[in-house]
């Protein structure tokens, strides 16, 4: 009798729902994405489990992406700053956003982002769904507002067409503008450079300078820009020249803490090849310069890095070290990542 | 004729007061008026820039003159409290209808009124500078006229790059030759700083301020008005004596790279106390009306 009964239910609430048929059946079509976790890369950031990308978010957020009505003229989109060429990243020394206004500090790429615990420069967001607001609202970068920009594309049907595949119904809402986009940026994994290829031996190999570089870098740099991501995702200040804008302070004008005043957190040196200039706010040209610096002395502040501190303020690098270490970091250029062959 | 008019009309009149009395000698509710003074010690502080003659000028315990040429802060989560204990709270939970931002420019912006609050006997006011953690977020679709208030280019009290709202900003300038003085202060917090559990970085900038009233505020059948003073001689002469310094260092406190550090907390501190031995800060009650 419970079994009938069961069953007859079951019959009510599929005829009940047989309306939607349709967008049930397209609605299970957006299947989670099974993403490949390169070989000896750290953990997942937990946001990800709730925010697994998704067939279609992915598509929605890659749209969004480079959507320039996020900005408040139509002129700036994330793609215009994140250019996958530049490993999402671009040229400019400090950001140049809405009205040629300049930003705060360098762009950085998008890369590997799931593995990350600390977002921006300074670690002030530690959820990617957190984070695509601050461009938005930010005087230099967009300068709009995610209602302004809600209005903007809530008269575009493929937009309302693509939000109620992915979530189910067309309203799009701030949530799920953050969700998309992050969801894709999870996707965006760097893992196939020739480091990678000559570490999975798949029949590639180091030349003998880039074999040298491999040395030094193991020797001088490691201990820093460590793990597969090439960061220990900490926070240090490696005494490099200052941002005197007022509104910079480092990981310090999150923390409040003193010895994170003008502290940065260790960028990766995955397809660093593609991303000059260098520094927070692209205080080097050229990584020739940058080794430069670091092999004739930094600024010695009370909050040096030990590192720094116990070595005489400096990386000692000689000529053939520096040329080594410049071939063994565009080994770490992943050209499929770049939108290359 | 005319005194027939005069008979007339008495009696309409009169049945108009009669039908009003009742609500007026027994509501259950009425409004409460706020009042904010900002201060020098005890003299209302006049804005102006560098070359203002006519603006306030004080100097500090350290011996720095200084000014104001722009003056702002956000209060809300306000609680009254009744001689019984009993807290009233009102709309602390929405920006849009609980929270303020005092700007001494904006004379209308120094008097807030408090609507529908329950008819007794009040004895303390509770308020917040600045927002609580956990409605400090930006949230547009939530808090949408709190949003706009505090976006406003003639405001600027949100902090774009922490996604939270400025609980103070203050611009002026110091010393004999007029530096520049720019004090912001805001939460970077993210999860409970009181929970080990939850905490994982950053400053929170919130300050709960509790005053005893002078006189007890009775909401009745008349709004009382209480008048809060904000004495901003407290920024830098306060618990902590500030020396201001500008320059791009770890200890520069003039400029916004107050941010970092433990310079902004102390400015903070000075203006809404610490949370524990003072709770009062740069604040205290001028007078109550009823």
Not at chain 1, 167 to 187: H, L, M, V
Not at chain 1, 284 to 295: C, E, I, M
Not at chain 2, 39 to 56: H, K, V
Not at chain 2, 134 to 155: E, M
């Amino acid at each position: 009798m419970k079994k009938i009964i069961c069953f007859l239910s079951c019959i009510v609430f599929c005829l009940s729902c047989s309306d939607t048929d349709d967008y049930e059946a397209i609605f299970l079509e957006n299947e989670t994405i099974a993403l490949e976790i390169p070989v000896g890369f750290p953990a997942l950031n937990n946001a990800f489990y709730t925010n697994r990308p998704t067939k279609l978010g992915v598509e929605l957020g890659k749209k969004l992406f480079s959507d320039k009505r996020f900005s408040a003229n139509n002129t700036i989109a994330c793609s215009s700053c994140h250019i996958q060429a530049n490993a999402f990243a671009d040229n400019n020394a400090k950001a140049i956003g809405i009205f040629a206004r300049i930003g705060l500090r360098n762009t950085p790429p998008i890369q590997n982002m799931a593995f990350l615990n600390f977002y921006n420069w300074d670690g002030s967001k530690l959820q990617l769904e957190k984070q695509s607001i601050v461009p938005i609202i930010t005087h230099e970068e967009m300068n709009s507002s995610i209602i302004e920009v809600i209005d903007k594309i809530n008269v575009d049907k493929a937009y309302r067409d693509l939000f109620k595949k992915t979530f189910g119904d067309e309203n799009i809402t701030p949530e799920r503008i953050y969700k998309s986009i992050a969801q894709f940026e999870y996707t965006l994994i760097s893992a196939n450079s020739k480091y990678d290829r000559v570490k999975r031996k798949e029949n590639e190999s180091f030349s003998v300078s880039e074999a040298r570089g491999y040395q030094v870098f193991q020797e001088k740099c490691n201990s820093c820009h460590s793990t597969e991501l090439f960061t220990d995702q900490s926070f240090r200040n490696i005494g490099f020249p200052l941002n005197t804008d007022s509104n910079e302070g480092g990981r310090g004008r999150v923390t409040g803490i003193e010895k994170d005043y003008m502290s940065f957190r260790v960028p990766t040196l995955r397809n660093i090849e593609v991303t000059a200039p260098y520094g927070s706010f692209g205080q080097f040209a050229t990584l020739r310069q940058l080794l430069d610096y670091l092999d004739n002395g930094v600024i010695l502040t009370d909050n040096l890095d030990p590192i720094f501190k116990e070595n005489g303020n400096r990386i000692p690098l000689n000529e053939q070290e520096k040329i080594d270490l410049i071939s063994f970091m565009k080994t770490l250029t992943d050209t499929h990542f770049l939108g290359g062959d | 004729m005319k005194n027939f008019k005069k008979y007339l009309l008495m009696p309409a009149i009169l049945l108009a007061v009669v039908s009003c009395s009742n609500d007026d000698e027994n509501p259950v509710a009425n409004s409460v008026a706020l009042k904010f003074n900002n201060t020098f010690d005890n003299t209302t502080i006049i804005l102006g820039d560098a070359a203002s003659t006519t603006a306030s000028v004080k100097t500090s315990g350290a011996g720095q003159v200084h000014r104001f040429s722009e003056l702002k802060y956000v209060i809300s989560n306000i609680r009254l409290v009744k001689t019984d204990g009993t807290e009233v709270p009102y709309n602390v939970n929405n920006l849009d209808k609980g929270a303020v931002i005092v700007d001494q420019s904006k004379e209308a912006s120094l008097n807030y009124v408090m609507s529908n609050i329950p008819v007794g006997e009040y004895a303390k006011i509770k308020f917040g500078l600045g927002v609580k953690q956990v409605l400090n977020a930006l949230d547009q679709v939530k808090f949408p006229s709190f949003y706009a208030a505090a976006g406003a280019n003639d405001t600027e009290m949100m902090w774009e790059w922490g996604t939270g709202y400025r609980f103070t900003k203050l611009e002026g300038f110091y010393g004999a030759d007029n530096k520049q003085m720019s004090i912001h202060t805001g939460s970077t917090v993210e999860g409970n700083k009181g929970d080990a559990t939850s905490y994982v970085q950053g400053v929170d900038a919130y300050r709960d301020i509790t005053l005893e009233l002078t006189a007890k505020a009775i909401v009745g059948k008349n709004p009382p008005k209480i008048t809060i003073k904000a004495d901003f001689n407290k920024l830098l002469s306060g618990t902590t004596a500030i020396t201001l310094s500008t320059g791009t260092s770890g200890s520069s406190n003039a400029t916004p790279n107050i941010h970092t550090a433990l310079q902004m907390v102390k400015f903070v501190d000075n203006l809404g106390g610490n949370g524990t031995t003072d709770v009062k800060g740069m604040f205290s009650i001028l007078a109550v009306e009823n």
